[in-house]
């Protein structure tokens, strides 16, 4: 049976694990000072405008400023009388000083600003509202066949003010028609409710703030595929009906239950070593081979090793199962540390063509479920396999460490 877990008897941290038997396969873990600020909606201005770079760069509040691209601005920002057949010039559309609602694209990282949007998403339990984008919309890439047929349907029947775009998500799969207007109409009134906290006073300054880690569990995760949710904690429990019966989802209610068990909820179902492993910088296999991550500024480079796997048997059947295995744990790896950007994977080397597409497919299969976008590549004849994955949010090891400033985590 698949289980949500809600471990939050530590004031230090709020973790929410996902696990299929005692198989851990997500995790979200949020402590004070590293909430999260991807999809955090402010109201900014204008500092500087470049040219060079077809950007502007935004004071939202934050000490470093955003960095917001010109084809993240959307038209209602540009002059009433602009009127341009060609690429637009970022110095006729925008000017400094000028007001904007933005949302957090991308969160600061090392020396880098958070990118910046200004088309806003308003991410509910069976829809994302796009309000200022009626280019985008759709349904979710992963409904198919005639789930997709009967949600088209009953999009076209939703009531959507003009000038907005709308998605459906999975979780809206077998959702009646009136479930989807009253998931949207909820969003209309946060988009109204946004506006008029924009209106209200001069930037910089934050309008919305992202949901807590257990709401946005409940509302990214919940699936019919969830047996149960567990709690330690009775004061989030009654939180965890609230935001249930907030996001419309009754039911879900019954299966929020009360974890009272001697034995702390997170080591009854044997996953504490696997969010060890998570932090670790080898993970080892079955086989007893292993997989050593190591991510730079640049990239994520994940490097596969057989050790004690290569003791006797055929060496090339050996490569193969191993990278098997590894392509399995990576998959499961990236999403709980929740690595994004580049990812290069030196597999073991492998002869025949055949095994090299058997591990690549074996891949794509094993992040099917990965909420994040990615994209994989074939090994290159130097055994290196390129993906990259959405980043949803800052790593595991970004959120829950800092960097010493003294020695810059070298120890020395």
Known sequence: MKRMLINATQQEELRVALVDGQRLYDLDIESPGHEQKKANIYKG??????????????????????????????????????????????KDVLREGQEVIVQIDKEERGNKGAALTT???????????????????????????????????ALASLELPDGMGLIVRTAGVGKSAEALQWDLSFRLKHWEAIQKAADSRPAPFLIHQESNVIVRAFRDYLRQ????????????LELARQHIAALGRPDFSSKIK???????????YQIESQIESAFQREVRLPSGGSIVIDSTEALTAIDINSARATRGGDIEETAFNTNLEA???IARQLRLRDLGGLIVIDFIDMTPVRHQRAVEN??????????????ISHISRFGLLEMSRQRLSPSLGESSHHVCPRCSGTGT
Do not use: C, W
């Open 258 to 268: 009360l974890y009272t068990g001697e034995i702390p909820l997170f080591s009854h």
């Open 327 to 329: 392509a399995d744990e």
């Open 45 to 90: 201005k204008i500092t500087r405008i470049e040219p060079s770079l077809e950007a502007a760069f935004v004071d939202y509040g934050a000490e470093r400023h955003g960095f917001l691209p010109l084809k993240e601005i959307a038209r209602e920002y540009f002059p009433a009388n602009y009127n341009s057949h060609g690429r637009p010039n970022i």
């Open 225 to 236: 595929d969830i047996g149960e949710i567990l709690i330690d904690n009775p004061k989030v």
């Open 362 to 375: 074996r891949l794509r299969e094993a992040v099917r479920q990965d909420r994040a976008r990615i994209q």
């Open 119 to 153: 088309f806003i998403s308003l991410a509910g339990s069976y829809l994302v509202l796009m309000p200022n984008n009626p280019r985008a919309g759709g349904i979710s890439r992963r409904i198919e066949g005639d789930d997709r047929t009967e949600l088209k349907e």
